[in-house]
């Protein structure tokens, strides 16, 4: 028996197992809560199909007009079919561009030349922002970044709209 | 009888000491508003407990009649607030209480910064006030949207933006407090439910043990 070595005390082994046991039998216990709680940042999320908005594309013109559709929104043990709305249009490239109609300042609902004062614009009435038909945002408006676009896609010349696209403020 | 009572529980158990711990010890006079009127600043803290015990009250009986379900939230708080005797009473108590806990809180911490109460040896337990400070505006926070009206829709639609502001985390801080990464609905409800009435709570309790154990231990900070 050397001196030198350090001995572990009966005391102490038992310290040792019992609070590693224990703590294992904790940590174990704690697994599954956890990995539960977490569950919905680790889901993948579906970015959603896109879905047929009943727009033909030969309607489609340079004045933008309101298209209203619905999506089906599953929310875990709830599904419902919440409605959607767009502007829709083709630009000067004749490109099809279809905005979200909320406000980027306060989640108002923005409509095509809603004030008679601004023409070629798009209004917001609860706080007189403004958006260029392009979607931009006027500076000096309340809202500070430009309106979203939808993803979109056309089949057999029927408009197919996604997830609305936020874009950053100038 | 009740004497009786007493003393047949003490002569087994010796509860006198266990009594005496928790509720029999001197005020000091400077903290004793019938010496000076102006110490009832001393009151808040106790105050604030005082109506958090309410709130704990009222909240527990309003779970007989809430529901955490999107489809029937809201009924079930307007059945509560129309159709129930008291209930009206009930969930104003746990409404006004949320905003008069603030308050009483805030006035406490005000009395504690400007007596300079939490110097040392206090710090700690100044620590854990302002723990317990952030655990009450997210128990504020998660009661809002439990009555699922548009108030409270809008109210954590707005909450949860702020919490996606967070530098690195935000976004999944965000989806793990809505349960969705782009809906505030059922999930969203259920959960803030379970931490309203949980989870919080839970950890309000642990605070709470450990401020006033703190303040037994330190005693009340001299006077000024």
């Not at chain 1, 033909?56 to 004045?63: F, G």
């Not at chain 2, 309410?54 to 129309?82: C, H, R």
């Not at chain 2, 209930?87 to 504690?112: C, D, E, F, P, Y």
């Not at chain 2, 949207?145 to 707005?158: C, E, H, M």
Request: one cysteine or more; charged letters at 15%; a negative charge.
């Amino acid at each position: 028996m050397s001196d030198k070595k350090q001995q572990v005390s009966r005391r102490q082994f038992l310290n040792y197992t019992l609070t590693g046991v224990g703590g294992f039998m904790a940590a174990g216990l704690l697994v599954s809560p956890l990995r539960m709680a977490i569950d919905p940042v680790l889901k993948e999320s579906s970015s959603g199909d896109l879905v047929n908005v009943g727009l033909s594309v030969d309607d489609i013109t340079s004045e933008p007009q309101r298209v209203d559709w619905t999506v089906e929104q599953v929310d875990g043990w709830y599904e419902s079919e919440p409605s959607r709305s767009a502007w829709v249009f083709k630009n000067d490239n004749g490109d099809i561009v279809a905005l979200s109609p909320i406000c980027t300042h306060l989640g108002c609902v923005v409509s095509w030349e809603g004030s008679e004062d601004y023409p070629n614009q798009f209004f917001c009435p609860c706080h007189d922002g403004r958006y260029e038909k392009d979607g931009t945002n006027v500076p000096g408006t309340p809202p500070l970044a430009p309106l979203p676009y939808y993803e979109h896609e056309v089949r057999d010349g029927i408009l197919f709209l996604g997830n609305p696209i936020s874009r950053e403020g100038a | 009888m009740l004497q009786k009572l007493y003393d047949w529980i003490d002569d087994r158990v010796d509860i006198t000491p266990i009594w005496r711990d928790i509720a029999d010890h001197e005020v000091p006079e400077h903290v004793n508003p019938a010496h000076h009127f102006s110490a009832f600043v001393y009151c808040f803290g106790g105050l604030t407990f005082f109506v958090v015990v309410i709130q704990i009250l009222s909240g527990m009986f309003l779970t007989m009649y809430y529901v955490p379900d999107i489809e029937n939230a809201w009924k079930s708080v307007y059945y509560l607030q129309t159709e129930v005797a008291h209930g009206q009473i009930v969930r104003g108590m746990h409404h006004w209480g949320a905003s008069v806990v603030i308050v009483m809180l805030l006035l406490h911490t005000l009395r504690v910064f400007f007596q300079g109460a939490y110097k040392k040896p206090r710090e700690l337990n100044w620590i854990v006030g302002v723990l317990i400070f952030f655990v009450m505006l997210g128990l504020g926070f998660t009661g809002y949207l439990l009555p699922w009206d548009n108030k409270a829709y809008f109210a954590t639609q707005v909450g949860l933006e702020i919490a996606e502001q967070v530098p690195f985390v935000g976004e999944q801080l965000k989806i793990l407090l809505a349960g969705d990464a782009s809906i505030v609905g059922a999930q969203t409800l259920t959960r803030f439910f379970a931490i309203h009435v949980f989870f919080l709570p839970g950890a309000l309790f642990a605070l709470l043990a450990i401020h006033f154990i703190l303040i037994r231990r330190q005693g009340i900070s001299g006077p000024l």
